[in-house]
């Protein structure tokens, strides 16, 4: 399919100079690249959207018209497509790209790893070779927490080092933000913000688009509104004998909406300070064990949970939260949205796919 639809700018706020900027978005349509389409034209520029629509369904795009007021630009190929992407490159003549597009589950990368390297490797790698080619200098990659591994201490900040990944999917994050760096390096015009994201939850406050799992949801937010709203019979904690307070893993949860914003903060970053590569952790700054986020989605929602203790899961780190420091700092950016508001938000956009259901 083509491009199926045209973006209007829904915004009288933003400047001329910014609204003639478009932005290639690859993963548009997912959980973060559809909330990150959002914030860009809130700010005035020309989202394009590339997707797949392998793990995401099409329509979000009408979640996003109802948001923004019209419907953005959607091209629905595969990135790891050449011949595809180079119409998308020449019809839309980019400003910047925002490249989401990658497999993201911990644990079936673990089960199958060919599958990961192939698509994150060469997706990003087709992505650099056009952005050369096109003379597109702005890069917004979207690396992982899962760089760090275990990390040696805490709050990890982005001079931590990159320790031996502990599954493909955090092996393919370390190994693409080599792949960039090492463009930049022979390509001196280019720059890139490598954005580390901890726990992205929550869902957009209209409830019109949210996280979106295919099958068994991978991710524990979307395993709890799903169970609580009776898809699932009960909630899978996997392994309650860690080192941590009370035995479960811990991990810096961070509401959607403050991540995708962050990505805007980078984009006029490197607009500001052209060919600079810098990494970025995105997060709260605050570790949450798994039964907190069970216990306080209770609270919030009035909602009790089935919940049974398994065993661990492998690939999964014992804990990790974030020193976000640099990205306050730099690209003046902080969070300002809760644990609270994002499991409020989770749920509701539960409650509105159940009653779309009914």
Same mark, same amino acid.
């Given at each position: 399919?083509? #491009?199926?639809?045209?973006?209007? #700018?829904?915004?009288?706020?933003?400047?001329?100079?910014?609204?003639?900027?478009?932005?290639?978005?690859?993963?548009?349509?997912?959980?973060?690249?559809?909330?990150?389409?959002?914030?860009?034209?809130?700010?005035?520029?020309?989202?394009?959207?590339?997707?797949?629509?392998?793990?995401?369904?099409?329509?979000?795009?009408?979640?996003?018209?109802?948001?923004?007021?019209?419907?953005?630009?959607?091209?629905?190929?595969?990135?790891?497509?050449?011949?595809?992407?180079?119409?998308?490159?020449?019809?839309?003549?980019?400003?910047?790209?925002?490249?989401?597009?990658?497999?993201?589950?911990?644990?079936?990368?673990?089960?199958?790893?060919?599958?990961?390297?192939?698509?994150?490797?060469?997706?990003?790698?087709?992505?650099?070779?056009?952005?050369?080619?096109?003379?597109?200098? /702005?890069?917004?990659?979207?690396?992982?927490?899962?760089?760090?591994?275990?990390?040696?201490?805490?709050?990890?900040?982005?001079?931590?080092?990159?320790?031996?990944?502990?599954?493909?999917?955090?092996?393919?994050?370390?190994?693409?933000?080599?792949?960039?760096?090492?463009?930049?390096?022979?390509?001196?015009?280019?720059?890139?913000?490598?954005? #580390?994201?901890?726990?992205?939850?929550?869902?957009?406050?209209?409830?019109?688009i949210g996280e979106l799992p295919y099958g068994v949801p991978n991710n524990?937010?979307?395993?709890?509104?799903?169970?609580?709203?009776?898809?699932?019979?009960?909630?899978?904690?996997?392994?309650?004998?860690?080192?941590?307070?009370?035995?479960?893993?811990?991990?810096?949860?961070? /509401?959607?909406?403050?991540?995708?914003?962050?990505?805007?903060?980078?984009?006029?970053?490197?607009?500001?300070?052209?060919?600079?590569?810098?990494?970025?952790?995105?997060?709260?700054?605050?570790?949450?064990?798994?039964?907190?986020?069970?216990?306080?989605?209770?609270?919030?929602?009035?909602?009790?949970?089935?919940?049974?203790?398994?065993?661990?899961?492998?690939?999964?780190?014992?804990?990790?939260?974030?020193?976000?420091?640099?990205?306050?700092?730099?690209?003046?950016?902080?969070?300002e949205l809760s644990l609270e508001k994002a499991l409020e938000d989770a749920?509701?956009?539960?409650?509105?796919?159940?009653?779309?259901?009914?």
């Amino acid at each position: 399919m083509d #491009r199926v639809c045209t973006f209007g #700018r829904f915004l009288s706020r933003a400047s001329t100079q910014i609204m003639s900027k478009k932005v290639i978005v690859t993963g548009g349509a997912g959980f973060i690249g559809a909330h990150t389409v959002v914030e860009l034209g809130a700010e005035g520029y020309v989202p394009v959207i590339v997707d797949n629509f392998s793990n995401t369904e099409e329509g979000v795009i009408d979640g996003l018209e109802k948001i923004m007021g019209s419907r953005p630009i959607v091209y629905k190929h595969d990135c790891a497509d050449e011949q595809a992407m180079t119409k998308v490159f020449e019809n839309e003549k980019p400003f910047a790209v925002i490249h989401f597009a990658a497999y993201k589950a911990v644990g079936e990368s673990v089960q199958q790893p060919l599958k990961y390297y192939e698509n994150n490797l060469c997706s990003l790698i087709n992505m650099l070779k056009l952005m050369v080619r096109y003379d597109v200098h /702005h890069l917004v990659f979207s690396s992982s927490a899962t760089v760090y591994s275990q990390p040696e201490r805490l709050p990890v900040d982005e001079n931590s080092p990159l320790l031996e990944a502990t599954s493909p999917y955090g092996y393919t994050k370390q190994v693409c933000e080599r792949i960039v760096r090492d463009t930049l390096r022979a390509n001196a015009q280019m720059g890139a913000a490598l954005l #580390r994201y901890f726990n992205p939850i929550g869902a957009h406050e209209s409830a019109h688009i949210g996280e979106l799992p295919y099958g068994v949801p991978n991710n524990l937010v979307p395993f709890i509104t799903q169970t609580a709203i009776g898809l699932r019979e009960q909630l899978t904690i996997f392994g309650n004998d860690y080192n941590t307070p009370d035995g479960t893993c811990i991990r810096d949860y961070i /509401h959607v909406t403050d991540l995708a914003k962050a990505h805007v903060k980078a984009l006029n970053w490197l607009d500001n300070n052209p060919s600079r590569c810098e990494a970025f952790n995105l997060g709260q700054g605050v570790g949450n064990s798994v039964l907190e986020v069970v216990k306080t989605f209770e609270h919030v929602t009035g909602q009790k949970l089935n919940y049974v203790i398994g065993n661990r899961r492998e690939g999964d780190v014992e804990q990790v939260w974030a020193d976000a420091t640099k990205a306050n700092q730099v690209l003046g950016w902080k969070t300002e949205l809760s644990l609270e508001k994002a499991l409020e938000d989770a749920w509701r956009w539960e409650q509105r796919l159940a009653s779309s259901r009914s």
